[in-house]
Structure formats: C-alpha cells, structure tokens
C-alpha cells in the first residue's frame, strides 16, 4: 500500500481529534485578557492619580487662603504636603505654582507674589504687578485671590505607544499623560496673605 491510500484516513483522524482545543483557545484567549487587566490598572492608577492631583491642588490653596502672613519656608512645607498627598504615586514629581493675586479698586487682577517649584527648586515665576487674567466670577474689587496650579507626568507602568511624549519635572522625555489642576482660593482672614520675603 502506498502512503496515498492512508492520507484520507489520517485527516478524518485529525479532523475528529479534540485534544489540544482547550489549549489552543486558551492561546488566543490569553493575550487579551492579559491586555484587558493590564489596561485596567493603568486606567485606575491614572484615575487615582488624577483625583489625588485635583485634592492636592484644593488642599495646597486651603491651606495658604488660612494665613494672614506667610514665608518662603512655610510656603515650601506647604508645597511638601500637596507631594506628600500624591504618594505613593513616584514615577514623576508635582510642578506646583502658587500665585497671590489682587484685584484693585478698579477691577484690575495683579500679582502680589508667587512661587514655583519644579524637581525640588523654588524660583518666583511671576514679577509682582504682572497682570492676571480671571475669571469674572474672581473678579470682585478690594479682593485677594490665591490661585494654585499643579501639573504632573503620569508615568504608565507599561510605555503604551498610544500615549504621547510629556516631560517629567526633572526634565526627561518619557511617554505618559499630562495632567494639570487649577485652583482658587479667598483668603479667609483679612483682605490679603502678605509674603514678606517672596519677591
């Protein structure tokens, strides 16, 4: 007999045989539930992520709208606290700028003072008098508002190529999502926080 007449006879073999389907859908199947629960936890750490920055953010202008004077020093432990609030998120640090503004008799928005930190540097990122653009909600004549900025680099634990490219507060390139919170403040005691050595 030649090799011919058997091969009919081997496939209907092949063709019955169900061995190996569970493993061969199991093959499939995997990488994508494998994506499924990795995207899962990149979505829930980059929604935490988020919340805890918009916390942080209200927080940090709580805290600074409570003094009637304040420092460079006490402006620092209060910009530790708003990092600290980020924890145990650590793939990048929070660029955080507050800003004491006034609005004159006239309506017009200025800057009293502000502070930036950026990768554990303070520098003044505004002159004082520099003009602010408000919301006309903040706008109210004889008022001091405190508006405080934070932006930070969500760091993916998996590089996902549909993410961009942002820049981390220490300066590297990496890909992840910008995320940035705004938040203002009325300063509870008296017309204005005074900061006698943030100029």
């Not at 045989?17 to 859908?25: N, Y």
């Not at 590089?159 to 490219?165: D, F, K, L, M, R």
């Not at 507060?169 to 005691?189: C, E, H, I, P, Y």
């Amino acid at each position: 007999m030649t090799a011919a007449v058997y091969m009919p006879g081997i496939a209907r073999r092949f063709a019955r045989d169900r061995r190996g389907v569970a493993g061969l859908e199991f093959a499939l199947i995997a990488p994508i539930l494998i994506l499924l629960w990795l995207g899962s936890i990149e979505v829930t750490g980059g929604a935490d992520v988020n919340k805890n920055l918009g916390r942080a953010t209200s927080m940090v202008a709580d805290l600074v709208t409570q003094q009637q004077t304040i420092t460079q020093t006490q402006i620092s432990g209060i910009m530790d606290i708003g990092r600290a609030t980020l924890l145990p998120y650590q793939r990048d640090t929070p660029q955080i700028t507050i800003t004491a503004i006034n609005v004159s008799s006239a309506g017009a928005a200025t800057v009293a003072w502000s502070r930036r930190r950026v990768n554990g540097a303070d520098t003044t990122p505004f002159q004082p008098g520099t003009a602010v653009a408000l919301d006309a909600n903040l706008l109210i004549p004889g008022t001091s508002v405190i508006r405080v900025q934070m932006n930070i680099a969500y760091v993916p634990i998996i590089a996902w190529t549909i993410a961009g490219h942002v820049d981390t507060a220490a300066g590297d390139n990496v890909v992840g999502l910008s995320m940035a919170k705004t938040s203002f403040g009325r300063v509870r005691q008296g017309g204005a926080v005074a900061c006698s050595n943030c100029s």
